[in-house]
C-alpha cells in the first residue's frame, strides 16, 4: 500500500468507532502447516451407517485454479450417495460477475458446476453482490443467477436479489424425513446502503416471519440453514486480529465499504441477534456459512445443533483461525464440510465431516445429537 493510503488507513484507525476497528479475538492460529485444531473431548471417529443423503457445503470458492484439488474432490465424494453441493457465496472473486469481464467470471462459475454432478445451489455472499471500491451494481448478482441456471441440475437462491429465506426440498428422504434446504442472502441486512433489485418490498421483519413459518412447518425434518454468513466465527469476520498494522489498514476498507462484514459491526450484530431469536423455536439441524476462509465446527447455542463454517474453497484465499469456547473444530486449510444423514440400527444418525484438499478420507467427524 503506498505511503498516503497507509496514512490515512492510520487516521481512520483513529477516527473510527472501536468496533469497526480493534478485533476482539486473539489466539492461535491452526493454519495448514500444522495440525488441525480439535476439542479435546472428540476423539476418535462415527460409527459406521447407512448413509442416505450427502450436502456438501463448501464456500468462497471463487477463484479459478487449473486442477484445483477441492473441486477436484467433490466429484469423488458425490459419486456413490444422492447428494447436494451447497455452494455458500463469494462464487466469484472479487467483483461478481461484470459485464465488461463475462469471460473470466464464467470460466470460474463454470469450473464450480462442473466439479460435479450433483444436484448444486449457490447462494450469493458479498463479493457475488460486486462490492468493491469501485462502485457496486444491482444487477451483478442477477448476472450471476441467470448464467449459472442456464445449466442443468443448478439451482441459485435466494433469487432475484432477495434476502429470502428460500425454501428447496431436496429430492429422497433421509430416515423417514424430508431433507430440507432453508436459504437466506441477508447481504443488504449487513450492508444497509447497497442498492438491490428485489420485485418485492422487504423488511427485516417480515424475512424473520417468513423464516419463522419455514422453520415452524419443518421442525420435524433434517433442517440445513444456509447463508454466506457465520453467526460465530474464530476468523477475521469474527474479529481475530491480523496484527496493529494489518488492522489498521482494514480499517481504510471499513470506511470505504461501510464495513468489512464482520460479526461485531452494528448492523452484522443486528441480524445475528434477531435472526436466532427466531431459531432457536425450531432450531435447525445445521446452520452452515463461509465467509471466513476456513474450515471450523462449532456448537450451535440453541439457534441450530451445529454451526458449519466451511469457506476454504479456494486454496489461494485460506486465511486464518483461531478456536472459541464454542469451536469443536478448526483449520486455515483448503476443503469442505459433508453433513451425512441416514440410519443406524433402525434409528435416524446424522454427522458431519470434513474434508481437506484431495484427501480420500476425513480429517474430524463428528456426531449430531
Known amino acids: 500500500m503506498k505511503r498516503p493510503a497507509l496514512l490515512l488507513a492510520l487516521l481512520l484507525a483513529a477516527a473510527l468507532p472501536t468496533a469497526c476497528v480493534q478485533p476482539r479475538l486473539d489466539g492461535p492460529d491452526h493454519g495448514a ?3 488441525p485444531w480439535i476439542a ?3 476423539a476418535g471417529t462415527v460409527a459406521p451407517f447407512e448413509v442416505e443423503q450427502r450436502i456438501v457445503l463448501i464456500g468462497d470458492a471463487g477463484l479459478y485454479l487449473e486442477d484445483d484439488p477441492v473441486l477436484a474432490s467433490l466429484r469423488t465424494w458425490t459419486a456413490d450417495v444422492p447428494s447436494t453441493v451447497v ?24 469450473q464450480q458446476v462442473e466439479a460435479t454432478d450433483a444436484l448444486r445451489v449457490f447462494v450469493p455472499g458479498n463479493h457475488d453482490w460486486g462490492l468493491s471500491p469501485n462502485g457496486q451494481d444491482p444487477a451483478v448478482v442477477g448476472n450471476q443467477q441467470a448464467y449459472l441456471e442456464g445449466f442443468e441440475g443448478v439451482r441459485f437462491a435466494p433469487a432475484q436479489g432477495c434476502m429470502g429465506p428460500a425454501e428447496l426440498v431436496l429430492p429422497g428422504r433421509a430416515a423417514g424425513r424430508a431433507v430440507v434446504l432453508v436459504l437466506a442472502d441477508p447481504t443488504k441486512w449487513i450492508y444497509p ?24 412447518r419443518h421442525a420435524d425434518d433434517w433442517v440445513v440453514m444456509g447463508s454466506h454468513y457465520p453467526m460465530e466465527t474464530g476468523g477475521p469476520h469474527g474479529g481475530l486480529s491480523y496484527g496493529r498494522i494489518g488492522d489498521m489498514v482494514l480499517a481504510f476498507y471499513a470506511w470505504r465499504y461501510g464495513g468489512l462484514g464482520n460479526t461485531y459491526e452494528p448492523d452484522y450484530a443486528d441480524w445475528i441477534a434477531r435472526t436466532t431469536e427466531v431459531m432457536r423455536r425450531h432450531p435447525p439441524t445445521l446452520y452452515a456459512a463461509g465467509h471466513d476462509h476456513s474450515l471450523q465446527i462449532l456448537d450451535g447455542h440453541g439457534y441450530a445443533r451445529m454451526e458449519v463454517v466451511s469457506g476454504a474453497g479456494a486454496v489461494d484465499r485460506v486465511s486464518t483461525v483461531t478456536d472459541l469456547p464454542a469451536s469443536k473444530f478448526a483449520h486455515a486449510a483448503p476443503g469442505f464440510v459433508l453433513l451425512d444423514l ?14 481437506e484438499g484431495s484427501a480420500t478420507a476425513p480429517v474430524f467427524e463428528i456426531g449430531i445429537d
Open 33 to 35: 502447516d500444522g495440525p
Open 193 to 216: 446502503a447497497l442498492e438491490t433489485r428485489c420485485a418485492r418490498t422487504e423488511t427485516h421483519d417480515g424475512f424473520l416471519a417468513e423464516l419463522d413459518g419455514l422453520l415452524t
Open 40 to 42: 479435546q473431548d472428540l
Open 87 to 110: 455452494f455458500l457465496g463469494d462464487n466469484l472473486y472479487d467483483e461478481g460477475l461484470q459485464p465488461d469481464d463475462r469471460d473470466r467470471g464464467e470460466k470460474i462459475l463454470r
Open 342 to 355: 441416514g440410519l443406524r440400527d433402525g434409528e435416524p444418525v446424522a454427522a458431519l465431516r470434513v474434508v
